[in-house]
């Protein structure tokens, strides 16, 4: 008893307690966006609902893209009538570049949005074609015409940048700062190369949370370097609650061709649930859809329980 | 200030002081058994060179098994003559199944051995065909005849069974007492099927520390479920030092066909010298080894980094 008390007082992992975890499913968007070839919208729904099948109750489902930029994305308004119209336990978010896509999303009724902006000035010109200065812009005026919308400010390049190497905490904290002040109150951390270290991913998560006590922190990270889960493990144990995820792990960088991608939902629910946090996900049926996203749509997934065949025999909790 | 110390309070990663981390490199042993084809042995000798020019200084050669039973095995004296004889730097490491093994290893100079017992009856009954204490019987002669040579405690199914799902940490720590009283200094936790989850990682860990705060001990973990890097991010939380690791993630496990093998030695060096931590490997040298065994040995390597094919695009501290 006292050499347990004496450990638990030194280093470890000092999680918090053990809550139910928020998972976004981000397949249908970041996973979709990735695959060059057009994936039919009848297909799209069925793997959407799978998911919602296998319990996912806050989904990415699509983008107010221009259909020239990404033709992908071209069957917006489909996707987001079906699950309007059949899954109304649902939240649906929708990635937004600009106000255009923000008026078109209201009009379709999305209350809840995501609003892009890389930490990295080289990646925000790169991506979306802005300063920070003009991002900032858009997301005020998005705010101010929409109080009815829930805006989650998603920055990119949070943990580096495959531009210009490191970016900048400080940086950040502004960007954070302006969005607070008009009154946002979510932001998403993205890792989309997957280069973030545990304790790089400490160090960002406490300069946040010492800024910004109230702000609610999400992460979406991908599994490039293998080091995904080990991330949200870091936070966890600070108390973050709130994960992006793809099934499968579809979505991958486009610059790290044959890399993986976005950390596996199955993979992430797996690790949650054997740590005995709620997910409200079924993982047999959310491996399920996953192997209908690898006959479908890629047969080259790099989620780690997919490509396990045998998961099942390891379903126990050891 | 008084935010960041409030966090640091808090739950948390708190990792013990960065120590340099001794890296046993596992795949001319775990990793090769694993291939059916028999591999010449000078393809096996020029992976060693290797590895050992990229900066391995511990590594697990070879197995003393019958041929019959490990054929790929069956060239262990003359790899043994290659390190002895060309690398005096190096610490070479010889699993031995039992007493006779140990005879062999010494007879050719070997002072650093491994000898694996399973924590789950059932799998050492099918692993090695002994009960517990038939095991710590060929232990205790094997220390008793050769008190030059170092043995490490290899506790195989530490934290799960493909047999009997959980295993008894009571059963462990009485293995592991046995072992500490014939003069025991080292144990290596071997999570072959790969299910561990972090939080058991703690537990088993802590459990070991408070009942035996002097055991050097070491972790072996696999990716099966792509948690290895989260548990062994515990592991260094917790003090551990110790780490057997595959280049190229090579050595999948038998009863999970399709699935990661032993977390790959340069995805765990990535993440130590990315969070600061000294390894003593030259990460690009690491790559090029884990190419080599992908181009003569195995073509689906399932570590990350040898995967993304342009891993160096990400090559900075973000």
Do not use: W
Not at 55 to 80: C, F, H, N, Y
Not at 108 to 133: E, F, K, L, M, W
Request: proline share 6%.
């Amino acid at each position: 008893m006292n050499h347990h008390q004496a450990i638990t007082d030194g280093p470890g992992l000092r999680l918090a307690r053990p809550t139910p975890v928020r998972i976004t499913e981000i397949c249908p968007r970041d996973g979709f966006q990735n695959i060059k070839a057009f994936i039919p919208t009848a297909v799209k729904i069925a793997i959407i609902d799978r998911l919602i099948a296998a319990g996912a109750r806050t989904l990415e489902i699509t983008s107010m893209v221009s259909p020239k930029a990404i033709p992908q994305m071209a069957d917006a308004a489909d996707i987001i009538d079906h699950v309007s119209s059949h899954h109304p336990q649902v939240t649906p978010v929708v990635l937004v570049p600009n106000l255009k896509g923000a008026q078109r999303a209201h009009r379709q009724g999305i209350r809840h949005v995501s609003y892009v902006v890389s930490v990295s000035p080289a990646h925000n010109r790169a991506n979306i074609n802005r300063t920070h200065d003009e991002s900032l812009a858009d997301l005020a005026a998005i705010v101010a015409e929409f109080p009815d919308i829930q805006v989650v400010l998603t920055l990119a390049t949070a943990f580096g940048c495959p531009f210009i190497g490191a970016t900048s905490t400080a940086v950040m904290l502004s960007l954070i700062d302006a969005a607070v002040k008009m009154g946002i109150r979510g932001i998403t951390l993205c890792d989309a190369i997957g280069v973030a270290n545990p304790l790089q991913t400490e160090r960002v998560l406490q300069a946040i949370r010492a800024a910004f006590p109230a702000l609610d922190i999400g992460m979406h990270m991908h599994n490039t370097h293998g080091m995904a889960l080990a991330n949200m493990l870091v936070g966890l144990a600070l108390g973050i609650t709130r994960f992006e995820t793809a099934n499968g792990g579809l979505g991958g960088c486009p610059f790290a061709p044959g890399a993986a991608g976005n950390i596996a939902t199955e993979d992430a629910v797996n690790m949650f649930q054997r740590m005995g946090y709620q997910t409200g996900y079924d993982l047999g049926r959310l491996i399920e859809s996953a192997k209908t996203i690898q006959r479908h749509i890629e047969p080259n997934l790099t989620g780690s329980l997919v490509r396990s065949r045998d998961y099942r025999e390891f379903d126990f909790i050891g």
